[in-house]
C-alpha cells in the first residue's frame, strides 16, 4: 500500500498498525500509544474547529468597543436634555442596546422598571439604589456631562 506522505504523521501511524499486526506481546502497548496520538489529534482538530468561532466574538468585542467609543464622544458633547443620545452597544451581542433612553430628558422620566434591566444590559449591577441613583450611573456609562444631568435631576425621585 503506497500512499503519499504529506507529513510523518500518517507514516508513524501505518507504521504502528504494521507493527502491531506483526506484534505478539507488545499490542497492548503500541494500543494505548495509538489511542494516545489519535487523542491528541482529535484535540488539536477540536481547537481548530473552534477557532473561527472565536475569531468572530473579538470582532464582535472590537466593533463593539469602537461603536461605543463613538457613542461617548458623541453623547460627552450634547448640550440640552432634549439632545439626541448615541445608544451604547452590547459587547455580548455587537448591537445597540435597546433600552438606551434617546435623550436625558427620556432617560430622566425612566423609572426602576426600566433603568434595572437596563444597568444589567450595560454590566452594571443596580444593587439597592434609588432611581436617581441608577439613573445617574446610566448617564455616567452613556458619558452624558454632568452638568447636563444636574440641570435636570432637581425634584426627581
Known amino acids: 500500500m503506497t500512499r503519499t506522505n504529506r507529513n510523518a504523521e500518517p507514516s508513524d501511524l501505518e507504521d504502528m498498525i504494521g507493527a ?24 488539536r482538530l477540536d481547537a481548530l474547529k ?5 475569531h468572530v466574538e473579538l470582532d464582535r468585542l472590537q466593533l463593539a ?21 448615541s445608544p451604547i452597544y452590547s459587547s455580548e451581542t455587537g448591537e445597540p442596546i435597546a433600552l438606551c433612553p434617546k435623550t436625558v430628558a427620556d432617560l430622566m422620566k425612566m423609572d426602576a422598571s426600566e433603568l434595572k434591566p ?13 432611581d436617581q441613583e441608577m439613573r445617574e450611573a446610566v448617564a455616567n456609562h452613556m458619558c452624558v456631562p454632568s452638568h ?4 435636570n435631576s432637581k425634584g426627581t425621585d
Open 20 to 43: 502491531l499486526m506483526a506484534a505478539g506481546d507488545e499490542k497492548d502497548t503500541l494500543i494505548e500509544d495509538l489511542k494516545t496520538r489519535l487523542s491528541a489529534a482529535e484535540a
Open 65 to 85: 468597543t469602537q461603536a461605543n467609543s463613538l457613542a461617548y464622544s458623541r453623547n460627552v458633547k450634547i448640550t440640552a436634555d432634549t439632545d439626541r443620545l
Open 118 to 130: 437596563l444597568l444589567e444590559a450595560l454590566g452594571t449591577l443596580p444593587l439597592d439604589r434609588t
Open 148 to 151: 447636563i444631568l444636574a440641570l
Open 50 to 54: 473552534n477557532r473561527p468561532a472565536k
